[in-house]
């Protein structure tokens, strides 16, 4: 069970993440994306899925990540990300409640440059039973 | 492009090669993914894709209308159904997609993907700028 105490709470990223090219070609050739100028929609993931981790993972708050099923996601972007990018990510547990045993847990993950938001995304992760 | 529009419907094929490339790609190498008896040990009727994939895919489908990723603001959706990957077989991911408003040159999409005639992908939108 989530720590009730972590409800509400933001986690501020402590690491500075650069956005590298070899990243973004990755994820294209996934997709067949051929512009690779930008990083594509759902690109962020792994940056927010991370920090994620880390923090729903901590003793404090106390989630067992190998029960977690992905709900679902949403994505609002400011500004796609590109290669040489250096962002940090914020990470919000805005809410959880329990449905027939499961564990539902909203994660919203704000990511940043020193200037701006660039992109904010929401995750509903469910840990079963 | 105009309300109540219906766009062309596009199909992607995955196969366990590229489950495993998303793996590599996107740091999720969790067995489900990947191992069919470790997948059927925990209830599942065979490996399944990664939900990201699926919506990185629905991510490519609204980029190319939009017309480049970085006229794509929104995209969101709930993952309903697991997209179910056989070995040696190409599953197909069926993304379309219907106007549902237009205001000051935003478009929002209503979309839906599908594999093997099951809707994968639910309350799925997207918002555009043209």
Not at chain 1, 85 to 93: A, G, L, Q, Y
Not at chain 2, 113 to 122: C, D, I, M, R
Request: aromatic residues 4%; negative net charge; contains cysteine.
């Amino acid at each position: 069970m989530i720590s009730p105490d972590s409800i509400g709470r933001t986690f501020v990223g402590t690491k500075k993440i650069t956005v590298s090219q070899s990243e973004i070609d990755s994820f294209c050739a996934v997709i067949g994306e051929t512009d690779r100028s930008v990083a594509p929609p759902t690109f962020s993931i792994r940056i927010s899925l991370d920090q994620s981790e880390e923090i729903l993972t901590s003793p404090e708050v106390g989630i067992k990540w190998d029960r977690l099923v992905h709900g679902d996601q949403k994505f609002d972007i400011k500004r796609p990300l590109k290669a040489g990018d250096v962002v940090r990510c914020d990470s919000t547990i805005e809410s959880a409640r329990e449905v027939a045993g499961n564990e539902i847990i909203t994660v919203r993950s704000d990511i940043s440059n020193e200037k701006e938001l660039l992109i904010s995304s929401w995750s509903t992760l469910v840990i079963r039973a | 492009m105009i309300k109540d529009q219906v766009l062309d419907e596009k199909i992607f094929f995955v196969n366990r090669a590229l489950l495993k490339q998303y793996a590599d790609t996107s740091g999720d190498h969790n067995p489900i993914h990947q191992d069919e008896t470790f997948a059927k040990s925990v209830g599942l009727p065979n490996v399944i894709a990664h939900g990201m994939l699926t919506m990185a895919l629905v991510g490519k489908y609204v980029t190319e209308i939009a017309g480049g990723s970085a006229n794509v603001l929104e995209l969101g959706g709930r993952f309903t159904k697991p997209v179910i990957v056989p070995a040696d077989t190409d599953v197909d991911i069926t993304v379309t997609a219907t106007v549902s408003d237009v205001i000051d040159g935003r478009v929002s999409l209503s979309v839906v993907a599908t594999s093997a005639g099951v809707k994968v992908l639910g309350m799925a939108k997207a918002v555009i700028t043209l």
